[in-house]
């Protein structure tokens, strides 16, 4: 296992268009995050997986995002009617479950929304 | 992230030279994390602190998180090249798993 798998590693869209994402996490992984760096920043929480199970929202996520992971294993981040605030780096993570675990993070997928 | 917040903003050291950076919170610490970033890439993990006063060394780079787990520093000693990217500090500020992050710091090693 090479670590953290995101697709595709940059997407340029028109605004109002639909976007997907996926994440592979390593294979052991109970746990799955993602998160959006804009220029400049660091990371910002989106949501979190625990199996297949979502647990946590941000208030970030606007209604037009929607994240699933169906078997517990790769997860999918889609964002509809896209907007140019929308442009970012969307990262995905992973880790074992327990109480304090590091995460291991993909490369990432730039949006550029045009 | 307001409830973190890293300095500097952006180093520039020569080779060779040594170099902290400080992450202080506004909240008690459940865990802190230190990762490193290159321009347009993911995160990698450097190191993750637990308790106060507790310190983690990983070639020449050193983690401390201060007794009452409200601030934590890296300290590079004898600076590479290598070393430039972006340090992020994370954080665990309660019980849920998800980390805050601090905008980070920009590091230059000049050859």
């Known amino acids: 296992d090479t670590g953290v798998s995101q697709d595709p590693r940059h997407k340029i869209t028109k605004r109002g268009q639909n976007v997907t994402f996926r994440c592979d996490p390593i294979?052991?992984?109970?746990?799955l995050y993602w998160y959006r760096q804009t220029l400049g920043q660091g990371p910002e929480f989106l949501t979190y997986?625990?199996?297949?199970?979502?647990?946590?929202k941000s208030r970030l996520l606007s209604d037009r995002f929607s994240a699933e992971r169906p078997k517990g294993s790769f997860s999918t981040l889609e964002i509809q009617r896209t907007e140019q605030g929308d442009s970012a780096m969307y990262l995905c993570?992973?880790?074992?479950?327990?109480?304090?675990?590091?995460?291991?993070f993909g490369q990432g997928t730039r949006l550029t929304v045009v | 992230s307001q409830e973190l917040e890293q300095s500097p903003q952006s180093l520039i050291v020569q080779e060779g030279k040594n170099l902290t950076i400080n992450c202080t919170s506004s909240?008690?610490?459940?865990?802190l994390y230190w990762y490193k970033q290159k321009y347009g890439e993911g995160l990698i993990f450097l190191m993750m602190?637990?308790?106060?006063?507790e310190e983690k060394s990983h070639e020449k780079i050193t983690a401390k998180l201060d007794e009452k787990k409200q601030q934590s520093s890296l300290h590079i000693t004898a600076s590479q090249p290598s070393h430039a990217g972006i340090y992020l500090c994370?954080?665990?500020?309660?019980?849920?798993?998800?980390?805050?992050f601090g905008s980070g710091t920009r590091l230059l090693v000049r050859p």
């Open positions: 993570a992973s880790s074992l479950m327990a109480l304090n675990t590091e995460a291991f």
């Open positions: 294979s052991e992984h109970n746990r």
């Open positions: 997986f625990q199996n297949e199970a979502q647990l946590e």
């Open positions: 909240k008690t610490l459940y865990g």
């Open positions: 602190l637990q308790k106060g006063g």
């Open positions: 994370g954080a665990r500020m309660d019980s849920s798993y998800k980390l805050i």
